[in-house]
């Protein structure tokens, strides 16, 4: 008997496990193994404080991150007071599955099939060796089998409703620096001919390149979208090592948990960011609140308590995910929005307040007339009331 079995071992699963496992906690992982999830690899200085990351994961780090408007414009935000660090899923994702394995978590190889309550409660997997289904008894589940999630549409009401953002990106060889391109930066580029609603990228990972995009339109075709994306920055004669697509949630659940012993964390609850698809540091957020729910429920026996995973995270994190949303529904709707957003990332309060943010994960209280000054030139900019300065 487990006290919790956790199914999907991304960065939100492994963290369950890890946290459940080093509490003493009896915990089963299951992941299918495998399968990469396409993302660009950033994770900020928080999140390698928060659950222990050392600098040796890094396949680099970025001092600047340079916008690109549809119309060619470019400006460069230098990151001051810190960095983004760059990590590959495919070493990422196995080292923390690791991490859980070394303290004490049991790792199951297989595909969720179904939660089982004829006699108890027990999670049937299949087993990828032999292909026999296989029974884990358990007292609770974790489900952070990602986006679409098996568990989330079996158990949880709501979880089929999740809006998505289909991403694609090509893991290339990294070319040397050059006048398009710097291995210690990365681009973000807002054009509705690389993606109508979303953004595209060019993220460096020491020797390697995450080339990509995302959009909510079905009728995108994203693998010539990124062909056009790697034409445009330079990139075209590259050597393609590895490509990955994917769906990303991009709006919170309601509800995480069934009320009896199911709880959903990371992408399978939708907490990835809003306007960034920012989703290793939420998910790994995601994963840890999620198994500080299920301890409550196994010290309390109540399963009410599974409710907490989502009540913490969005007590610490809902204001910084409405804010993305306002500023995703404000300016990713045209290429005219569009510019006017890369305009505004001139201004050097926009710079800093932005990255701040993204560093530490919390919208900076300590400057009232910075984000009094942000607000007036936002509205200027979306009524196209834009000074000389930034046209």
């Known amino acids: 008997m487990y006290d919790v079995v956790v199914i999907g071992g991304g ?21 299918r193994e495998g399968r990469i999830k396409p993302c660009g690899g950033a994770i900020p200085p ?79 997997y299949r087993d990828k060796d032999s292909g026999e289904e296989r029974s884990l008894p358990t007292k609770f589940v974790i489900g952070a089998d990602g986006a679409k999630s098996k568990v989330g549409r079996a158990e949880v009401p709501g979880a089929d409703k999740v809006p998505l953002v289909f991403a694609y990106h090509e893991i290339i060889s990294a070319p040397p620096k050059t006048d398009v391109y710097d291995p210690e930066r990365c681009d973000v580029i807002y054009d509705g001919a690389i993606s109508p609603d979303f953004y595209g990228w060019v993220f460096p990972h020491g020797g390697t390149t995450s080339v990509g995009m995302g959009t909510e339109d079905p009728d995108v ?14 990139l075209a004669d590259c050597e393609t090592l590895r490509k990955e697509g994917a769906p ?3 709006k919170p659940m309601d509800r995480w948990d069934n009320g009896q ?58 204001t910084v995910f409405r804010v993305l949303r306002a500023m995703q529904d404000a300016y990713y709707k045209s290429d005219n929005r569009r510019e006017r957003f890369v305009s505004l990332c001139h201004d050097i309060d926009v710079q800093r307040l932005t990255f701040e ?35």
């Open 11 to 31: 960065p939100c699963g492994a963290t369950a496990a890890h946290d459940l496992a080093v509490a003493g906690r009896k915990v089963a992982l299951i992941d």
């Open 46 to 124: 928080r999140l390698m404080r928060d659950f222990d990351i050392g600098e040796d994961q890094l396949l680099t780090k970025v001092n600047t991150a340079r916008m690109i408007s549809p119309t060619g414009r470019k400006v460069d935000i230098p990151i001051e007071n810190g960095y983004v660090g760059m990590v590959d899923r495919k070493d990422f994702d196995p080292y923390l599955r690791d991490r859980a394995r070394n303290a004490g978590a049991d790792y199951h190889v297989g595909t969720f099939v179904r939660v089982d309550r004829q006699d108890g409660t027990a999670v049937v």
């Open 221 to 234: 075709n994203l693998k010539d979208a990124t062909a056009a994306l790697r034409e445009a920055s330079g």
């Open 248 to 250: 990303i949630p991009l």
């Open 261 to 318: 012993d199911v709880v959903l964390a990371g992408d399978a609850a939708g907490v990835v960011a809003p306007s960034s698809g920012e989703g290793i540091y939420y998910a790994m957020a995601g994963g840890r609140v999620a198994a500080t729910a299920v301890q409550a429920a196994l010290v309390s026996g109540k399963a009410k308590d599974l409710q907490l995973a989502r009540k913490m995270f969005m007590k610490e994190h809902k």
């Open 357 to 391: 943010a993204y560093m530490n994960k919390e919208l900076v209280k300590a400057k009232p007339l910075a984000h009094l000054k942000i607000g007036v030139k936002n509205v200027a900019h979306l009524l196209g009331i834009v000074p000389k300065a930034y046209v």
